[in-house]
Antibody, heavy 114, light 113 residues
Framework: QVQLVQSGAEVKKPGASVKVSCKASGYTFTGHYIHWVRQAPGQGFEWMGWINPNSGGTNYAQRFQGRVTMTRDTSITTAYMELSRLRSDDTAVYYC???????WGQGTLVTVSS | DIVMTQSPDSLAVSLGERATINCKSSQSVLYSSNNKNYLAWYQQKPGQPPKLLIYWASTRESGVPDRFSGSGSGTDFTLTISSLQAEDVAVYYCQQYYTTPYTFGQGTQLEIK
């Protein structure tokens, strides 16, 4: 079955970077975009961008431009999202989702704290 | 950005009764060239990722019970649960995928009365 499995929880200090992985299985990895969405504690969802695993092309939400980098490794059917210059308000659960947003990974909690 | 506004923020419904959640977009999400509304509904239970219920505003995802239905067009949409079951307790979100940044409603908490 189609499955996205994400890397484990992370704790980072302000100013650091975090890289979250998303391992895809059960479908043709290069045939579907991967979206990244985050959910702050007790809050709604914020779309961060997508990556085309076939070409490596990306589309980032403007508010994350310059801080987010989405990449992929087709040999291991894994997508990555790296967020730099972390702030306390980046504390959230980060999700990957196969286009169109079905299914989602289990989520990765990133905590930013000094 | 397109702003998605849901109502109500929370809703308590008796088992077996109908639940209705509304979603309004700040601009139309109807793409005229294919007459499709780029609107989806999700269900999220505590500690779980969202689950896609409805896409194209009214198309039920495979495996979703037929008590869930979506309607509406343009800027006004509705998710209806025809006969509430205990397992439907969750937060429900609408989302537009008409244009980036794709945006979500704030969520509606559905509980049992």
């Amino acid at each position: 079955q189609v499955q996205l499995v994400q890397s484990g929880a992370e704790v980072k200090k302000p100013g650091a970077s975090v890289k979250v992985s998303c391992k895809a299985s059960g479908y043709t990895f290069t045939g579907h975009y991967i979206h990244w969405v985050r959910q702050a504690p007790g809050q709604g969802f914020e779309w961060m961008g997508w990556i085309n695993p076939n070409s490596g092309g990306t589309n980032y939400a403007q508010r994350f431009q310059g801080r987010v980098t989405m990449t992929r490794d087709t040999s291991i059917t894994t997508a990555y999202m790296e967020l730099s210059r972390l702030r306390s308000d980046d504390t959230a659960v980060y999700y990957c989702a196969k286009s169109w947003f079905d299914p989602w990974g289990q989520g990765t909690l990133v905590t930013v704290s000094s | 950005d397109i702003v998605m506004t849901q109502s109500p923020d929370s809703l308590a419904v008796s088992l077996g009764e109908r639940a209705t959640i509304n979603c309004k977009s700040s601009q139309s999400v109807l793409y005229s060239s294919n007459n499709k509304n780029y609107l989806a509904w999700y269900q999220q239970k505590p500690g779980q990722p969202p689950k896609l219920l409805i896409y194209w505003a009214s198309t039920r995802e495979s495996g979703v019970p037929d008590r869930f239905s979506g309607s509406g067009s343009g800027t006004d949409f509705t998710l209806t649960i025809s006969s509430l079951q205990a397992e439907d307790v969750a937060v429900y979100y609408c989302q537009q995928y008409y244009t980036t940044p794709y945006t979500f409603g704030q969520g509606t908490q559905l509980e049992i009365k």
